[in-house]
């Protein structure tokens, strides 16, 4: 097991220049007479470098601010800024993780990889190289050639994270990208993200409803309440990297745990 | 209570062992197959030897086999044979099939790509789909005469739309996480359909090709009985006037011949061009 990870240098935040600032973004769903208000007022700037997760029930909003950041979904009010531009639809800046990996099924795993590379009219022979890299840096450089349905779960998951990344992203979004795999793929995930993560220096917006999960990936933790979406707070994580499976068993990660479970627990209420 | 539970758990693994599976479950069209034709072939035989069915009701199997043969021996352009006449039926269904299918998934994917084409549209196409289309082939023969347009007009409205309504159910099923993924990478209207959605709906388009390369040969064999100089429908009902049940018998069993190759080319191609897929939907007509 890859329990040791490659040394990580943690961005110096103060020095980072910032990547998502948003000011009073707000989303309202409006329906027929109705309106529903998804996200209200929520500001956060996100600097270079770092890994932000985002934690809240389901219904808080998070998976909506997410398409937001991937301009596939219009806001209502306040100002979005990537990379100093106004949000305006998808940005190539950005790449997209869903919760399902997507992987067409006509396709070979590397075939897939290289799909955003042909919408975006780039040249495909220039990609091959380090999409074959990124593979091989997940372990899937033997399956460059397969069809999704030979991979499994986590595999195909594997194979989405390395389709953003051959775009060369800025930010990575990603939303509950390991939600629907089982707990112990999951665990061996969240150290392959994290070992793709200190050596491509990406930003990473992460969405998840895993308290342990955001504490043990993040530079910062931003917590969310439900209905309407609001920021109750934003922790910082102040865990040393490399981080190992066992810093879960440490006293300060359950502090952060509870101070998390406390603040979702007072907003929004858990059932 | 121990007991009982080791002898349940005996029960249970004596339950589960594996058994190779004998050779008539593995290959059952290798085995059991012919075996149902060599039953269906004896009581024909049966039927006519020893019940006594008379010739001009169910022709005896060996005068049928004579029928095909004779049929079969003579040149391809030779109009008395069965080679002409397929030639011709079978043309009639191939050219039918194309236009036919082609128009349907052309225009199934128009009207789900233009919600506003297909609202409107949609009540004329259940109107027109729920009309059986045999009635208009008398009609075509005052359109069309007796030539080979008349057929390949039915055989391409017959085939149209199990392939249309086909093409639109391939289009509404189209993942949305897919069409979100090209939209995030800023892919193009063109490549969202060429890359995402045209191949995602092959499933679907191949179930509408399936059953309408079966119509195809009902289409062109309807077109010949309303009025046609050749192709094995015409032989048919020639043969029926006739009261030859032999040859008539033989022509039928042509037919069944060529509709099955039909759909067993598409799904050839099916399985060269969708292997990644299992079927879908169940075929709708």
Redesign the interface.
Known sequence: MKQVLAAAPQASIASASPLIVARGLCKTYAAGDSSTVALKELDFTIYDGEFVSVVGQSGCGKSTLLKILAGLLPFTAGTVQLNGVPLRGPSKEAAVVFQSPVLLPWRTVLENVLLPIEFRRLPRSQYRESALDLLAMTGLRDFADRYPYELSGGMQQRAAIVRALVQDPKLLLMDEPFGALDAMTREQMNLELMRIWSRSRKTVFFITHSIAEAIFLSDRVIAMTTRPGRIADIIDIDLPRPRDLSVINTDRFGRYAARLRTLLDAHGGLS | MTMQAEASAEVFSAQVRETKPGLFRRYPQLTISPAILVILLAGWWLTCHVFGAPSYVVPAPEDVWRALINGLARAPWDSGGYWFHAGITVWEALLGFIIGSAAGAVLGFALSHWPLLGRSWYPYIVGFQSLPKVALAPLMVVWFGFGLEGKVFITAVITFFPVLVNAMAGYQSV?P??I?????????EW?LLT??IF?SC?PFLFAGLSVASVLAILGAVVGEFVGAKSGLGMLLMQYDQQMELAPLFAVILLLALIGFSMNHAIGLLERRY?F??QRAAAART
């Open positions: 993942e996480d897919r979100e993924l090209a939209r995030s990478c800023n892919a193009s490549h890359k995402i191949p092959m969708c990644w897929a």
